[in-house]
């Protein structure tokens, strides 16, 4: 059993480890300011685009890492951990060394937003998966929020790195050693990644708590993709996760700049504060959704960043470096929540036999919160008084996406009779349920028996 659970750990650090090198996506902001300075200052070598799609190789970026989930879902599954993983760190290197020999627009977006982007998608759906099989439903939000957490703390160090070695390299070779330094980290430590031997079932605590009770308690879940795209709670958390990361994705690229003005050169100290925040809420999100229940810890953490969106609005324009990291710090914090909770949800709601794929399609929803949000929100600050209006669109969207949480009440055990009228009479009952909330005519109290679901919940 000792030896079981150390090469469980084993793997987790393993996948910490990967995505703490892959977690240069959240870096962008960084090389995007030296990018812009560049173009600004001219001279030979200098970068020349068009100011108004700086923005792109991040957004293709995340769209591309979000679409590439499901394929590397699909061999994670089926090929394991390690070679997808490994897929996943040439993939970057050769993203990050086509961004180190030319600094084209054309070769930036397929660098950094194809290929590089490409490569985050496999290593990253290679690092949970296998983390999340080796330990039993206790310590589900835990391991998720662990081994995720690395991917958000990564520019703790990345962008200081980044920084100096773009200012004394300049940006071509900055670009050549990182991509160097991300390949040799991630293609090494793939060969850890492992799934539990056949029949591997993880003991369980004897007294594992009310979450994992009622996890318990429901009948073996394997669901296949298809089943799970049957499924109407998939599309209500495919919805919560493109606005929870489209929030949080539309600051976080932009965090370096808005700092510049307040901090001047020590901008990137907003970035790697931002990115404590944003692995904390990984790990605090998992712990506690672990304890109270996946969907009461995402509505508490979306209705937190609508709160931090609709303060940002005066907090930007205050000019005070000290209230813009602290909000930083808690939108990160927010933001974060999402890469653990609806891993969480993936497994407790479909299974892990067809894991990779599964939460790969479900995924899909941060790319394109991502790409939309960052598009909508360049659109607006484009626009007098755009950044507030930004702010106040995000606000808005996680306000409606806590409310969204109604439709996620926790699954109980069904016959497979009547499964598939069964799962819309409970989406029905469960809007009447929030309907009545809203409105102020039930009281908190009172219980609404709702109907059995399908065991492809």
């Not at 960052?374 to 507030?388: D, F, R, T």
């Amino acid at each position: 059993m000792s030896d079981i659970k150390n090469r469980g750990w084993s793997v987790v650090a393993a996948g910490t480890a990967i995505n703490l090198a892959l977690g240069v996506l959240y870096a962008w902001s960084i090389f995007k300011g030296a990018v812009k300075a560049s173009i600004e200052k001219g001279g030979p070598g200098a970068f020349h685009w068009d100011l108004a799609s700086i923005n792109d190789p991040y957004a293709v970026c995340c769209l591309t890492f979000a679409f590439a989930m499901i394929l590397a879902g699909r061999c994670q599954d089926r090929i394991g951990p390690a070679r997808t993983a490994l897929i996943g760190g040439i993939l970057v290197g050769a993203g990050f060394s086509l961004m180190a020999f030319s600094n084209t627009y054309i070769a930036w977006v397929l660098g950094f937003g194809i290929l590089a982007g490409a490569g985050f998608g496999f290593g990253y759906s290679a690092a949970t998966p296998p983390a999340l099989k080796w330990f039993s439903t206790t310590k589900t939000g835990l391991i998720a929020g662990i081994v995720v957490a690395g991917f958000g703390l990564a520019p703790v160090y990345i962008a200081p790195l980044a920084s100096w070695l773009i200012g004394a390299f300049g940006i071509p070779k900055a670009m050549l050693f990182l991509g160097a330094g991300f390949t040799a980290l991630v293609c090494s430590l793939s060969f850890i990644l492992a799934n539990p031997p056949q029949g591997f079932v993880p003991a369980e605590p004897a007294d594992p708590g009310p979450v994992a009770k009622m996890n318990a308690a429901k009948p073996a879940v394997n669901a296949n993709v298809s089943e799970m795209l049957r499924n109407y709670k998939f599309y209500v958390l495919w919805a919560a996760f493109f606005i929870g990361s489209g929030a949080g994705l539309m600051v976080i690229g932009s965090v370096a700049g808005l700092a510049k003005k307040s901090m001047g050169p020590m901008a990137f100290v907003a970035v790697a504060i931002m990115a404590v925040g944003n692995a904390a809420g990984r790990v605090v999100s998992g712990v506690l959704s672990d304890k109270i229940g996946r969907r009461a810890t995402l509505f508490i953490m979306l209705s937190m960043q609508a709160v931090m969106m609709f303060a940002a609005m005066t907090v930007v324009n205050s000019g005070s470096a000290v209230l813009l990291v602290l909000l930083a710090t808690f939108i990160g914090f927010n933001y974060g929540s999402n890469l653990s909770l609806f891993p969480s949800f993936a497994k407790d709601y479909w299974g892990t036999k067809n894991y990779g794929l599964n939460y790969g399609a479900l995924f899909t929803a941060w790319g394109v919160g991502g790409f939309v949000m960052g598009k909508v929100s360049e659109m607006l600050n484009a626009q007098p008084g755009g950044l507030g209006s930004s702010f106040m669109l995000a606000g808005v969207l996680c306000a409606v996406g806590a409310a969204m949480t109604i439709f996620l009440a926790e699954l109980k055990p069904a016959t497979q009779e009547g499964a598939e009228h069964s799962q819309w009479k409970e989406f029905w009952s469960e809007f009447m349920l929030g309907a009545k909330v809203f409105a102020g005519y039930e009281q908190a109290q009172i219980r609404v028996s709702r109907p059995t679901v399908s065991n492809r919940a």
